[in-house]
């Protein structure tokens, strides 16, 4: 009777160990190929930016994002990281954005830039995201 007993107690920690797992916290991180960006009055995409096949649960949510890019000297540009939801802007070459926070972790992201005016065409590469969602 005691060994039936100590099974199901240990089935049930197991079972909730899967059923906390599902819902674990976790990262996945990416990167994608340069982009050239030629005018201040029209948006240049980098490409999509997906979790890799079978990283993550589909109820993910953002935790939070890091993100980092690389311009050349002199040549700032205007950058925002989006989500299928909502755009952020960036300032700098690297940083984190907590403003996706409760987004589907599970869509493509993709940095958008443009010129300021006056500006000269400028290659931005370099162009990496680690998503850390729960």
Aim: a positive charge.
């Amino acid at each position: 009777m005691l060994s039936w007993y100590v099974k199901v107690i240990g089935s049930c920690w197991l079972a909730m160990g899967l059923i906390g797992a599902a819902h674990a916290a976790g990262s996945w991180s990416a990167q994608v190929q340069s982009v050239m960006v030629a005018m201040s009055d029209r948006d240049s995409r980098s490409q999509p930016i997906a979790p890799p096949n079978g990283v993550l649960a589909q109820e993910g949510v953002i935790d939070r994002i890091h993100w980092r890019l690389d311009a050349p000297p002199g040549g700032a540009v205007n950058a925002w990281l989006c989500h299928p939801e909502q755009c952020v802007a960036l300032s700098g070459m690297r940083g984190t954005v907590t403003q996706l926070a409760g987004r589907h972790a599970n869509e493509p992201l993709y940095f958008r830039f443009n010129l300021r005016p006056g500006q000269r065409p400028v290659r931005v590469q370099g162009l990496q995201v680690i998503v850390n969602y729960q």
